[in-house]
C-alpha cells in the first residue's frame, strides 16, 4: 500500500515553531497558489489550524495569525479541484457542536465531500476562559462533542444526542454533508488523546512525536481498538515527517531538515509505511512563495511516485 502525503498550509498560521519569513508578508493569493501547487501534484490534502484568539503571553512564540479554518478551507475549496481539506485540527469543544457541525456540514456539502474533520482538545486556557468554556474538563468536553458530532454530520436531518452538555432533537440542518460519513481524525499525542483516537476517531494525528515514538505509539492505537472490537474497521494513522527539501539546498536549511535527491528522500519516508503509518503530512523549508510551489511541484513529480 501506498503512503499518502499531505500538507500543513503556510501563511494561515504563523507560529515561530516553522513559519518562514516570507510569510509575515504573504496574503490569500500566496495561500491559493500553494494549494493549489499541492492539488495539481496529486497531495491527499491541504491542512489548516485552529486558535480563536491567542493570549499576549503566548503571542510572541505562537503570533496572532490564524485564519479561520473554515472560511479559509471554504475558500480554497472553491480554488481546487481534488485535494481534501483537513482542519488540523479544530478545537471543537470551544463551539457548540450544533454550530461545528452546521458549517462544517456546509464545507464539505459546497466542496463535494472533500471534508476531513481533524479535532483536538487545545491547549490555550486563556482562550477557553473567553469563551466560558471549562479549560479543565476540556478533555471530556471533546469526547461529548465527538459523539454530539456524529449525529449531527450524520445523514439525518434531525439529528439527536442526549449528553451531559449538550442535548438537542427535533432541530433540523441542512445541508447535509456530501459523504456519507464525513472521516473524524483525532489530534494529540497524550495518552489520553491516543486513547481518543482509537475508540472515537476514524484516524490519529500525533502532535510532534518523534519517528521513534511512533511505533509505540501505533502498537498501542491497535491493541485498544482490538480491546474494543474495532480492528477491523478502518482506521489511518498519521505522521508530521521533519521538514524537507527535495534536492541539494544551496542554503542553509537547517539541521533537522531532511534534504537530498529524490530517491534518498522517497527512502527515509517509507520507513514510516514500515512503523504502520498510512499518512504523512510534510512541511518545505522555503525562502518564497515560488520556492515552496517548486519544492511541491517537485515532489509530487519525484518523490511521491516512490512511496
Known amino acids: 500500500m501506498s503512503l499518502a502525503c499531505g500538507i500543513q498550509l503556510p501563511v494561515q498560521s504563523q507560529s515561530t515553531v516553522y513559519a518562514e519569513p516570507w510569510e509575515a508578508a504573504a496574503g490569500p493569493e500566496d495561500l491559493v497558489a ?58 471543537v469543544g470551544l463551539r457548540h457542536p450544533l454550530v461545528t457541525a452546521k458549517q462544517y456540514a456546509t464545507l464539505d456539502h459546497l466542496s463535494g465531500g472533500r471534508l476531513v474533520l481533524g479535532v483536538g482538545a487545545g491547549h490555550v486556557r486563556e482562550e477557553f476562559e473567553a469563551l466560558g468554556v471549562d479549560f479543565g474538563r476540556r478533555g471530556a468536553v471533546l469526547d461529548e462533542c465527538l459523539d454530539a458530532l456524529r449525529a449531527a454530520l450524520g445523514p439525518e436531518e434531525f439529528p439527536e444526542h442526549h449528553g451531559k452538555l449538550h442535548d438537542f432533537r427535533g432541530l433540523g440542518q441542512r445541508p447535509r454533508p456530501a459523504q456519507p460519513l464525513v472521516p473524524v481524525w483525532v489530534g494529540g499525542s497524550s495518552p489520553a488523546a491516543v486513547r481518543r483516537a482509537a475508540l472515537k476517531g476514524d484516524g490519529w494525528l500525533p502532535q510532534g512525536d518523534p519517528r521513534e515514538r511512533l511505533p509505540g505509539q501505533v502498537e498501542r492505537i491497535k491493541r485498544l481498538r482490538g480491546e474494543a472490537g474495532l480492528a477491523g474497521r478502518p ?73
Open 34 to 91: 500553494v494549494a493549489r501547487a499541492a492539488d495539481l501534484a496529486g497531495f491527499d490534502y491541504v491542512a489548516c489550524c485552529d486558535h480563536v484568539a491567542v493570549p499576549r503571553r503566548l503571542a510572541a512564540a505562537m503570533s496572532t495569525v490564524w485564519y479561520d479554518p473554515v472560511a479559509t478551507l471554504a475558500y480554497l475549496a472553491a480554488r481546487t479541484e481534488r485535494v481534501r481539506l483537513l482542519s488540523h485540527v479544530a478545537v
Open 235 to 307: 482506521f489511518t494513522v498519521g505522521a508530521i515527517t521533519e521538514p524537507l527539501y527535495v534536492g541539494r539546498p544551496a542554503w542553509d536549511v537547517g539541521r533537522r531538515t531532511l534534504a537530498g535527491p529524490p530517491g534518498a528522500l522517497a527512502e527515509s519516508l517509507r520507513a514510516y509505511r514500515a512503523m504502520g503509518v498510512d499518512q504523512v503530512q510534510v512541511r518545505f523549508r522555503c525562502r518564497s512563495r515560488s520556492e515552496l510551489t517548486d519544492q511541491i511541484a517537485a515532489f509530487g513529480a519525484d518523490v511521491a511516485p516512490r512511496l
